[in-house]
């Protein structure tokens, strides 16, 4: 059973930085990716940055370029995003996704809030 498992959320200034923590559990396989998704209210989720376990390949939404970074640790089975520059408009619940590369499974955490005040 996979888990993923958010932390690093909170408030802060417009400007300011904050990095979030996604700790997978109870992986049976190797080939898959991990990524960050957000949400704001009454607008759909989106895709912010993902990262292949294997080779380290990253991809990331234009929004976020050159601000956030997303990174990865495999012994620890966790995935980072550096979060740079905050404005209000990265205000979101963001989501930490799995997929299983072999199955195209997807697993979900349970979402963490970052809100930023201008």
């Known amino acids: 059973q996979v888990q993923l498992v958010e932390s690093g959320g909170g408030l802060v200034q417009a400007g300011n930085s904050l990095r979030l923590s996604c700790a997978a559990s109870g992986l049976t396989f190797s080939t898959h990716a991990m990524g960050w998704f957000r949400q704001a209210p009454g607008k759909e989720r989106e895709f912010v940055a993902s990262?292949?376990?294997?080779?380290?390949?990253?991809y990331y939404a234009d929004s976020v370029k050159g601000r956030l970074t997303i990174s990865r640790d495999n012994a620890k089975n966790t995935v980072y995003l550096q979060m740079n520059n905050l404005n209000p408009e990265d205000t979101a619940v963001y989501y930490c996704?799995?997929?299983?590369?072999?199955?195209?499974?997807?697993?979900w955490g349970q979402g963490i809030q970052v809100s930023v005040s201008s």
């Open positions: 990262i292949s376990w294997i080779g380290g390949s990253t």
């Open positions: 996704g799995l997929r299983n590369l072999d199955t195209l499974t997807d697993f």
